[in-house]
């Protein structure tokens, strides 16, 4: 799926997916992509969140990145922010990590209490 | 870093946080002289001489959560190591170009890595930044541009994990053309 013509139909299904999602509610992942998380592995986070994103579906989750929040012994870190709930940070999150709180805590609402860091 | 992709990343990162609005990546490989040259030009904030001469000094920083700033430092490290290059031109108020040669024949010269993941995911994650990317190769170029995508895209937003995924596909894609057809994980055949 590489041609422009894939991309229009990409187009096609991601405004069908748009129209489909229940209002406002979102959620919002946040990788720290500071020299300290890159050389942690900060990139392949962010892909493979990005990629169980796109797998399963999940519109109503953003993910966006920001630089050192000053933790670098705990990187790579990932911020998750569900609709109305408290922010947790994850620790150590490698690709295989990341996509286990896609679908532990994104979509099942479980925190992976032993990956947290802090809860604020 | 392990990979010359994972450096522009870090610039990437920098030019975000400067606030850029626009990102020029310019790449450019010559195999047979062994040379490649990547610059990235934004259009954030900029800043003044006397921080241009200190960005390279592993102990200055302009954030506040740490007294350390490496990017630089190790990606200047990473170039002179291979006998090439890594300078930063700067005007408050008007953006940034940072420029980096590499020979890649030096034994220390890293491979350049998954370029396409790097862009792909800074897309991805910045879709409200215009990202301009071209990279060529002995005299071959492919470009990505995101203005062009968002047209195309209407009210999808570059963010949309779909749209990562074809732009992933796609510059991989690219990227590998420019490079021959080889794929990094293929023992080319003896033919």
Redesign the interface.
């Known amino acids: 799926m590489k041609s422009l013509a894939d991309l229009e139909r990409v187009r096609l299904e991601a405004q069908e997916r748009m129209r489909l999602r229940e209002s406002g509610a979102s959620s919002k992942l946040t990788v720290a992509m500071g020299t300290c998380g890159i050389a942690a592995g900060a990139r392949d986070t962010l892909a493979a969140l990005l990629d169980e994103i796109a797998k399963r579906r999940l519109a109503h989750v953003h993910v966006v990145q920001t630089g050192c929040v000053g933790l670098c012994e705990y990187e790579p870190l990932v911020e998750v922010t569900l609709a109305g709930q408290d922010k947790v940070t994850y620790t150590y999150v490698n690709a295989e990590r990341a996509r286990q709180i896609i679908a532990r805590h994104v979509v099942n609402g479980q925190i992976i209490g032993e990956w947290v860091l802090a809860r604020s | ?1 392990e990979e010359l992709a ?1 450096h522009v ?2 610039l990437i ?1 920098n030019s ?2 400067a606030g850029a609005r626009h990102l020029v990546l310019t790449v450019v490989e010559d195999r047979a002289q062994g040379v490649l040259t990547v610059q990235l030009l934004d259009d954030g904030r900029g800043m003044e001489a006397a921080t241009q001469q200190r960005v390279f000094d592993p102990f200055f920083t302009s ?1 506040t ?2 007294r350390v ?3 630089l430092p ?1 990606l200047r490290a990473t170039a002179e190591a291979t006998g090439g290059l890594a300078e930063l031109a700067s005007r408050p108020g008007e953006g940034t170009r940072v420029q980096v040669v590499v020979y890649t024949r030096h034994i220390d010269c890293p491979p350049l890595g ?1 370029l396409a ?2 862009v ?3 897309v ?3 879709p409200q930044v215009e990202f301009c990317y071209t990279h060529t190769v002995d005299g071959r170029s492919m470009e990505f541009d995101t203005a062009e ?1 968002r047209s ?5 937003p570059l ?8 732009m ?3 510059l991989r ?1 690219e990227l590998s053309k420019l490079y021959g057809g080889a794929k990094c994980n293929e023992i080319p055949s003896r033919s």
């Open positions: 870093m994972l990343l870090d990162q975000l946080e954030r959560t740490r700033g490496l990017g190790l998954d993941l790097t792909a995911v800074s991805a994650a910045n995508l195309q895209l209407a009210e999808v963010s949309d994990p779909a749209v990562y995924q074809w992933l596909a796609f894609e």
